[in-house]
């Protein structure tokens, strides 16, 4: 399978199935030198493990990362990382009888158009369960970030008619609500709408917004590789993700250019603008602000009502699906697109590195 590695410098592979003995990822590119432990990592894989609210799956898996190479005496290496985080609480009989047949709004039908068959326990690759390995990857790059005084935080901006008020901006909210809301007024509304759907047999869709903060000027390159268009792109490439907006994003469609133009201004004798319609990025290239994105991410199509869809056999068939899914994915894929968001940033940063030959004079001459 192709389309399982992403990176230029800083490059991570992922592996595993939902349904199969483990997950993980290898980790090309990070520089040696950096602390890392696994209590580094599982930080972040508990932000996204199940089972830890009525608003996720009942499934239980501690999701313990093992670190099996890559690191010594508490630092790295600058030698492949490996991490592995083995599966515990697989329940695949719970899908054998969806291997007759196509789920609505799920990969079945394209798996097999392409492969000729597919894992059908739990969806196997296009499961959510397959983020495990982003999140343990964006985890190591979202420490070098830190080290260099560069955040990144992620949050639920709304779900379904449900959205935060940004007067009521709380980052503790995030960690501490089961919505991943940074408004817990807007949290506990959100959390009835959902136990509405939930009562219905239905799900709910929702929005994220990542912010990130302390990112230096003339990270990105044009063309190709803007760095806009490598973040929409890690970003949709999280399941079930289906618009990702930049900045004021659709809305400047609507605008004119002295409306949607960011003037620039001083700001203690350092250039800086007196707005952020561009969210941070200019020509593919970061301007020194605020890096603001948003994605659009689909309501769980596993439901428990009754749908329609077509079985192997050609036939029209009415379905009723079993298992134990999420009635709504954004709570926990918000540390998803955190982490996809560091992997681009942290990558693109070391690329950087080449950009100027005064800075590689300046790094490689002799003192």
């Known amino acids: 399978m192709a389309g399982s590695t992403i990176g ?20 090309d590119g990070c520089p040696a030198g950096l602390a890392l432990t696994e209590a580094d990592i599982q930080e972040y894989l508990d932000r996204r493990k199940p089972g830890t609210s009525s608003l996720t799956t009942p499934r239980k898996e501690a999701d313990c990362v093992e670190i099996l190479s890559g690191v010594f005496n508490g630092l790295t290496t600058g030698t492949p990382i490996s991490l592995m985080v083995r599966n515990t609480s697989q329940h695949s009989a719970d899908y054998d009888e969806i291997a007759s047949y196509y789920r609505p709004g799920h990969a079945d039908y394209t798996f097999d158009e392409k492969y000729g068959f597919r894992d059908y326990r739990g969806g196997g690759r296009s499961s959510g369960r397959e983020t495990v390995g982003r999140v343990a990857a964006g985890a190591v790059a979202a420490k070098l970030l830190k080290e260099l005084d560069i955040t990144v935080c992620a949050y639920t901006r709304s779900i379904g008619p449900v959205e935060i008020d940004p007067e009521r901006f709380d980052r503790s909210a995030i960690l501490s609500t089961p919505t991943a809301m940074p408004d817990r007024t807007a949290s506990e509304a959100a959390v009835a709408f959902l136990e509405e759907a939930k009562r219905n047999g239905d799900s709910v869709g929702g929005c994220m917004e990542c912010i990130v903060d302390g990112l230096p000027a003339g990270i990105g390159d044009p063309v190709f590789e803007k760095l806009d268009a490598n ?15 930049i900045g004021d994003g659709c809305q400047v469609s609507n605008r004119t250019g002295s409306e949607n133009n960011d003037f620039f201004c001083l ?17 593919g290239i970061s301007d020194g602000s605020r890096i603001l994105i948003r ?25 009723n699906i079993k298992g134990r899914h ?26 950087n590195m080449s950009a100027r030959v005064d800075r590689v004079k300046d790094f490689y001459r002799k003192k």
């Open 267 to 283: 700001k203690d004798g350092e250039v800086s603008k007196r707005t952020n319609h561009a969210g941070g990025i200019l020509g």
């Open 295 to 319: 994605a659009h991410v689909k309501p769980t199509p596993s439901i428990f009502r009754t749908q329609q869809t077509v079985n192997k056999a050609g036939e029209e068939v009415d379905i």
């Open 231 to 245: 973040l929409a792109k890690a970003i949709m490439s999280i399941g079930a993700v289906k618009a990702v907006e």
């Open 8 to 27: 230029t410098i800083f490059r991570i592979t992922t592996w595993g199935e939902s349904h199969g003995k483990a997950l993980g990822v290898v980790i």
């Open 326 to 351: 999420d009635p709504i994915i954004v709570p926990r894929a918000v540390v998803v697109m955190e982490c996809m968001t560091a992997l681009t940033l942290l990558d693109a940063m070391l690329v």
